[in-house]
């Protein structure tokens, strides 16, 4: 930091961030855009993938809301065959929600609609980013 303005990298850091948080919103526009589904819909889609599944009470604590907003938005995807609900033996309270194979044909559809090398390049940029952030966090 410099002597003459110790705030000058605080307000780099503020806008930097602020402008990622605007381009991750334009990419999830861009990502729903001509679909049916809502974007939280595709949001857990993805979540789903990358979790390999998520229980109900964890997807109400991802999107802070209530456990029967999650139960209507999974009854939509359940319908179109994009998910299933899985109780657990030892606790039939406890529902496990995962993609069908219709779900994971669906994640992959979206993310058709961009060319793979850009892909590739946003998903190194944003790695080393997570990685300089783990070390300060």
């Known amino acids: 930091m410099s002597k003459s303005n110790p705030m000058h990298n605080v307000e780099v850091i503020m806008r930097e961030m602020l402008e990622i948080q ?22 857990l889609l993805l979540q789903l993938k990358i979790n390999g599944g998520m229980k109900a009470t964890e997807i109400a604590d991802f999107f802070s809301v209530t456990p029967g907003a999650v139960t209507s938005m999974c009854d ?25 194979p ?29 990685k300089l952030m783990k070390k300060i966090f």
């Open 22 to 43: 605007q381009k991750s919103k334009m990419f999830v526009n861009m990502l729903s855009e001509g679909e049916t589904l809502s974007q939280n819909q595709l949001i």
């Open 76 to 100: 939509k995807l359940e319908k179109l065959n994009f998910i299933h609900r899985i109780r657990e033996n030892e606790d039939r309270r406890v529902v496990n929600m995962v993609l069908t």
């Open 102 to 130: 219709d779900g994971e044909q669906k994640v992959q559809e979206i993310f058709l609609k961009f060319p793979q090398e850009k892909l590739t390049d946003i998903a190194k940029v944003l790695t080393e980013v997570n």
